[in-house]
């Protein structure tokens, strides 16, 4: 027995529906079937109430009908300014969003749902000025009339003749947490009207006359009623879900709309969007390409473009499919998606054209089986709908020259062989002339051919030749058969070709989309997968791309922009910004900002909006929704390498964390070890000698001193080796090269170290022609030390230190090698990294700083160091100085001092 | 506390440096003067008029640069600065602005003392010229009379640039001298030749009078900073 108690996904859904309800605003409508029914007053008088009870209440916009009523209750209501816009000379006010968003009221009044902006606002629509409040935060109230529901907006044109532009989506509708029903009866209406308190006198006896006629008022209550009506009903039905009050469900419905570029398609959309919403099910509407969409005029694909986001605002999915058959592609795909409902217009084409075609409804119908078809009817007058209107491709005339051009060459070889042949033969000649011109020159001209070659036939080889009578009638059966033959090829070959392009576009898109992707997945940084997009984009769509992403200050930088571009002025940039900041697609052919000259889609991720594609169309045409698909999936792919390069960034960053942490407990144990040893000592030689200073032996004295000195000393290397480890991992070690030679370098280090060196006869082997390095003198003595140090660290006393300088092609050598135990084979790499300790070494005897630390001025001036086994015993250590750039010129011989030459001038650094 | 000796003036904010100073100092027979900060300094300086000044470069109130520029206004005491590591870029500036040697934390008291014995000298020297006199160090003797250098006897030729940086170099002979300064030195005030002119110079005049030019036994380099002749 099934469980009465509520389905916890669906309450888990809804209470995280309600989540977002709760940070989002709240939106109160006040509905209404006409003008003048007293909406405003209504809302006026609620936000005055809520207003008394403490609530911070804006007025955000009220129109200024000047109603004496209305205006009172205004009064002594917050009123935000408006936005003085000039529009062509005259001032236009309009609702001031980015006030209204910058105050944040707790409640805000905006009259007029349906309003429409006044070019150069933000938005198109006030609807969508609404949402971006209520996405703030901010609860609204306003204002709506039942004509301005998108949704309804066909059937409104029907019964009071008048087409409403101002409409809102019913999904806003839907969304608003409260809808208060306004009604006043007409009667009461016109009466109100006839008193002035609508409309000045003059225009409400117009209004009277043509929209407020009773007819047409009670009609608007009635449609006004019943969408209050289906709102409560929904209500109910979220109440039984959430109480688990289940009754009988009918079984999921999901419905198809077929669309085509006509006008007609926007009310098949609207009559299917009804259906689905009675019918509370989900909706698809499908356009199928054929043969003939390429030959489509420019306003035809406008009028499909328009259709098809219509759709998607209504809530639809959009699919386009192409085939020949358009009843079977249907059929198909609606199985496909498990579609019980398929709507259709109803056919508009002559009775002759249906029976030699076949009707899409009588397809339908036959092969339907389970699914139900709805036909709809058109009522527009059909001179409006210029289906196919006749448009010659260019280059078409030059074709039907062609064509002639085949028949005429048909003709001469007819001729040639019409002493071998039989006329009925040379026919065949004409039909391969037809299947050629068929082939290349597509299918207006092959007709034509197949017409021709008749009659070029008849007059030139049928007897009695030259003229077009016919003698023998078998010939006439000839024509037929030729006739025929030569318009079904042409139709095939037709038929062929337009599968033979949709497959060659699929085929382009799909090798673009996977070139992209192929692209992107080897790319690491933000700026290169920028540029590989742009250019992707550009070769793939007739358009100017850039790819804008947030810095971060999350300001939007322009990448991979062709340099030659202006496209980006302040205003796209607001654009993108917007598109950025909400994760929708905004400018040009959008509701957003569509006065802009570019498009922008946002590049989403699952947790948030990475960057902008904005594309500018080359031509004057705007992009077509086909082109908009392409970009979108573009868009995904982008987003998608975009976040993977910033996850890896992260993951660099965690790994980088890990690694400092890693050190930082190393150095802590360093510390601990290293500097209290040391500590130790000192302490303890100090502390005896100042106890024993009367009896100690001075032999004895001398020795703690000279500990005391040396365990002070290796203090020393050790807290420099930790600041010097500090300063390169900080970058704070600046490296100043200057032309030298190796030897003075190598001098003042072994001056330096001439006592820790006493026990180690040091040899050096500099090559007498050394040119000079550049180099920092005092990081290479450093590196140097440490070198050197070590050697004298790890090997017995007496042993040789060798320190030899050589160059190499394009850089120096110079190698510390000593006669001592050796390195730990295998260990070679590891001996540069922090911290490192040989795993045979049994005592440490320094941090493990020292070879990093070299490692690390080695690698700031560009070079290299390595470690290898000497083959006769001992390690030597090596390092690479590059010699970059050219030593500045050497002076003229032994210039005379007191006469400083300007030629002189050196150019080292 | 001895009351004979040289006046050291001693500027350096750390307790106990000075504390360890003033017991070595004393020591080896010298008068000291101590100044935490370098505004006391710089009046000390004056009203006390030490025959040095020991200058540590970090100090808490004015930067020991400051100190140094304040004090050559009307004054040639000789100054030896006090630098800790990482200073090595304003060390070479406090010595081309007037500084006489430096010595970097840590040191060795032996070391400081020598330095100081070499500063007090010079004073000695540039009061009673030693203009004609013979300079010999090692091996190397030079006649400034005459103009000859020799080595173990041998006169070695030098171009007229290597004999003037070696002069100057023995005008400083035992201090270190920064490249910018020999630069001014040698080739005049205008000078606008670069470190690596004089470098080339200085590799010249060692190939001439050091057995290793590795290894230099006279013509000692201050990694970063100048050069300096060795007195013994």
């Known amino acids: ?909 | 506390m001895t009351t004979e000796g040289p006046k050291i003036l001693l500027i350096e904010d750390e307790q106990e440096i000075r504390r360890f100073l003033r017991v070595s100092l004393n020591g080896h027979g010298y008068r000291l003067l101590e100044s935490a900060n370098g505004r006391d300094g710089v009046m000390q300086a004056a009203s006390q008029q030490p025959d040095l000044i020991i200058l540590d470069l970090g100090l808490p109130d004015i930067d020991g640069m400051e100190v140094i520029s304040q004090v050559r206004e009307w004054s040639k005491i000789p100054i030896i600065i006090l630098s800790a590591r990482g200073q090595e870029h304003q060390k070479v500036d406090a010595l081309d602005a007037g500084a006489d040697d430096y010595l970097t934390k840590p040191f060795s008291i032996g070391e400081l003392v020598a330095r100081i014995r070499v500063a007090l000298r010079h004073v000695v020297q540039n009061a009673g010229t030693s203009e004609g006199a013979v300079f010999s160090v090692g091996d190397l003797r030079v006649d400034m009379a005459r103009r000859q250098v020799f080595l173990s006897e041998n006169e070695i030729h030098l171009t007229p640039i290597e004999y003037r940086l070696l002069t100057t170099m023995i005008k400083y002979a035992g201090k270190v001298i920064t490249h910018k300064q020999l630069l001014k030195e040698v080739w005049g005030p205008d000078s606008v030749y670069e470190n690596h002119y004089l470098r080339v110079y200085m590799a010249q005049l060692r190939s001439k009078i050091e057995s290793d030019t590795a290894r230099p036994k006279f013509l000692l380099t201050e990694p970063g900073v100048g050069y300096r002749l060795a007195t013994q």
């Not at chain 1, 318009?487 to 989309?513: D, K, N, W």
């Not at chain 1, 010097?724 to 600046?734: F, H, K, P, V, Y």
């Open chain 1, 1 to 909: 027995m099934p469980s009465q108690r509520p389905d916890p996904d669906a309450l888990l859904a809804q209470v995280q529906a309600e989540e977002v309800k709760q940070a989002r605003g709240k939106l109160k409508i006040f509905f209404g079937a006409a003008p003048g029914v007293g909406k405003t007053y209504a809302m006026l008088e609620a936000a005055r109430k809520v207003g008394k009870e403490g609530a911070d209440v804006v007025i955000g916009y009220v129109e200024p009908h000047c109603r004496p009523d209305t205006q009172a209750l205004v009064l002594g209501l917050d009123v935000l300014p408006r936005l003085e816009i000039d529009y062509r000379g005259t001032k236009l006010y309009e609702f001031n969003l980015d006030a209204a968003l910058a105050l944040h009221p707790q409640i805000l009044i905006v009259d007029e749902l349906a309003h429409s902006n006044a070019q150069g606002v933000t938005h198109t629509k006030r609807w969508q000025d609404v949402m971006q409040l209520l996405e703030a935060g901010i609860d609204v109230y306003t204002t709506l009339n039942v004509q301005h529901l998108e949704s309804l907006n066909d059937i409104i044109a029907q019964i009071t003749g008048v087409v409403v532009r101002e409409t809102v989506p019913d999904s806003v509708f839907e969304s608003a947490d409260e809808v208060e029903l306004v009604d006043l009866p007409p009667d009461n209406l016109i009466e109100r009207l006839r008193e002035g308190k609508v409309y000045i006198p003059r225009e409400a006896e117009r209004a009277i006359a043509n929209f407020f006629t009773k007819g047409n008022l009670i009609a608007l209550r009635e449609l006004a009623l019943r969408r209050m009506a289906e709102r409560v009903g929904e209500q109910m039905d979220v109440y039984r879900d959430k109480h688990a009050v289940h009754g009988t469900w009918p079984a999921r419905d999901r419905l198809l709309v077929c669309i085509g570029p006509s006008p007609f398609a926007e009310r098949l959309v609207r009559a299917t969007r009804r259906m689905a919403a009675s019918l509370k099910a989900p909706w698809i509407a499908v356009h199928i390409e054929g043969p003939n969409d390429a030959n489509l005029s420019e306003s035809s694909r406008e009028q499909l473009t328009q259709t098809l986001r219509l759709v998607e605002q209504l809530g639809g999915e959009t699919v386009t499919l192409s085939g020949q058959n358009i009843a079977d592609e249907l059929i198909q795909y609606a199985r496909s998606r498990n579609v019980t409902k398929i709507v259709v217009g109803k056919p508009r084409q002559p009775l002759w054209k249906e029976l030699f075609r076949g009707s899409l409804v009588y397809g339908l119908t036959r092969k339907c089986g389970d699914i139900d078809v709805y036909v709809i009817s058109g009522d527009l007058p059909p001179t409006t709908t210029p289906l196919r209107p006749p448009r010659i491709i260019p280059g078409s005339r030059l074709n039907y020259l062609w064509a002639t051009g085949v028949v005429l060459i048909c003709t001469g070889i007819s001729a040639i062989l019409s002493r071998q042949l039989a006329p009925t033969n040379l026919a065949m000649i004409y039909l391969l002339g037809v299947v050629a011109v068929a082939l290349w020159l597509g299918r207006g001209p092959s007709i034509f051919t197949a017409i021709i070659s008749v009659a070029v036939f008849d007059f030139c080889f049928v007897p009695p030749r030259w003229t077009f009578a016919v003698g023998d009638t078998q010939y006439v059966f000839t024509f037929l058969v030729m006739l025929i033959t030569g318009l079904i090829i042409s139709t095939l070959t037709g038929r062929v070709q337009f599968q033979a392009e949709s497959a060659r576009r699929r085929e382009r898109r799909t090798a673009a989309l996977y070139a992209i992707g192929r692209e992107l997945t080897a790319t690491q940084s933000r700026e290169q997968i920028a540029k590989i997009a742009v250019q992707h984009v550009m070769a793939a769509v007739d358009v100017q791309a850039t790819v804008l992403l947030p810095d971060k200050d999350q300001k939007l930088v322009a990448f991979g922009q062709n340099l030659n571009d202006t496209s980006l002025n302040i205003h796209s940039e607001a654009v993108a910004k917007w598109a950025f900041d909400h994760g929708q697609t905004a400018g040009r052919g959008t509701a957003t900002l569509p006065g802009s000259q570019g498009l922008y889609l946002p590049l989403q991720t699952s947790r948030k909006s990475v960057g902008v594609l904005g594309v500018i169309p080359l031509s004057s045409k705007s992009v077509d929704f086909d082109q908009i698909h392409l970009l979108e999936a573009f868009a995904g792919l982008i987003a998608l390498a975009l976040e993977r390069a910033e996850l890896e960034a992260e993951a660099d960053q965690v790994r980088l964390d890990i690694e400092t942490e890693r050190m930082r407990s190393s150095l802590l144990s360093t510390v601990s070890h290293d500097l209290r040893t040391p500590l130790s000592i000192i302490i303890g030689a100090g502390s005896t000698l100042l106890e024993g200073e009367q009896t100690l032996e001075p032999k004895l004295r001398r020795e703690l001193i000279t500990s005391i000195i040396d365990e002070s000393e290796r203090l020393n290397r050790l807290v420099a080796n930790l600041l010097d480890m500090t300063r390169l991992q900080a970058g704070a070690l600046e490296v100043r090269k200057q032309w030298q030679p190796v030897e003075e370098v190598v001098g003042a280090t072994l001056a330096r170290l001439s006592r820790q060196l006493a026990d180690h006869p040091v040899t050096t082997n500099i090559a007498a022609d050394l040119p000079f390095v550049p180099l920092d003198d005092l990081l290479i003595q450093q590196v140097l030390i440490n070198l050197l140090e070590n050697a004298v660290r790890h090997t017995p006393a007496g042993t040789p230190v060798e320190i030899s300088a050589r160059r190499e092609t394009d850089s120096i050598v110079i190698e510390v090698a000593d006669r001592g135990p050796g390195l730990p084979q295998g260990e070679l790499n590891r001996l540069f990294e922090k911290f490192y300790q040989p795993a045979t070494s049994k005592n440490r005897i320094g941090a493990g700083l020292g070879l990093a630390i070299c490692r690390g001025i080695v690698q700031l001036h560009g070079g290299k160091i390595e470690a290898a086994n000497h083959p006769g015993g001992g390690a030597i250590f090596r390092f690479f100085l590059p010699l970059d750039g050219t030593p500045p010129p050497l002076p003229d011989k032994d210039l005379l001092p007191t006469i400083p030459d300007d030629d002189g001038k050196g150019t080292a650094t």
